[in-house]
């Protein structure tokens, strides 16, 4: 069994979680933004040849030159930046549930914890995903590097880039 070791030195056991079950959450993420109207389609120019051949390309900062054009880019920037949080979010809500293996917090730390005054969600995954980050994954590091190492087995046999990438998806709002 994979072992993924904190900043205390405490072995927490992983596993990966399926890439395939990635693609479904970016999946469903997207259908369910585009039935709220949200536009994930970046925009495009139009320019004609000087044959008169019409060709289309996606639009970016640098060709983006009227202001219909800049609220497009901007528009589409936006819609991407919650996408992709979405699927942060939802891809690590996996990365916890199913490639830390954990069990439910014991009845008497949930007891404790409830004794001392603090709030504890009553949903049974939430419970859990509080009581790793509260007893095991203390630190950002933790946190972070539990994350990269179950997407390091997740990914075994990709090539390093693609390694990478994952791993850079996940680098950044972690820590914010």
């Known amino acids: ?18 890439m395939r079950l990635s693609q479904m959450i970016y999946q469903k993420v997207v259908a369910e933004l585009e039935g709220q109207g949200l536009n994930l389609a970046p925009p495009t120019y139009t320019i004609t040849t000087a044959v008169g051949i019409e060709e289309i390309y996606p639009l970016d900062a640098e060709s983006a030159q009227t202001h ?7 528009a589409y920037e936006a819609a991407v930046a919650r996408r992709n949080a979405e699927f942060m979010k939802r891809s690590t809500a996996e990365v916890f549930k ?33 009581y790793i980050e509260i007893e095991y994954l203390k630190t950002i590091a933790d946190i972070r590097g539990c994350i990269e190492a179950v997407l390091e087995l997740t990914a075994s046999g990709a090539p390093k ?3 990478e990438a994952v791993k850079a998806t996940f680098r950044d709002p972690v820590g914010k």
């Not at 069994?1 to 399926?18: D, K, N």
């Not at 730390?109 to 004794?115: D, F, P, T």
């Open 98 to 130: 199913r490639g830390i293996l954990i069990g439910a917090p014991p009845k008497e730390w949930v007891a404790e914890m409830k004794a001392e005054g603090f709030d504890l969600p009553t949903e049974p995954a939430a419970l859990r995903h509080e």
């Open 161 to 163: 880039e693609d390694r």
């Open 68 to 74: 219909e054009q800049l609220e497009a880019l901007k």
């Open 1 to 18: 069994m994979a072992t993924f070791r904190t900043t205390e030195g405490v072995e927490v056991p992983i596993a990966p979680v399926s």
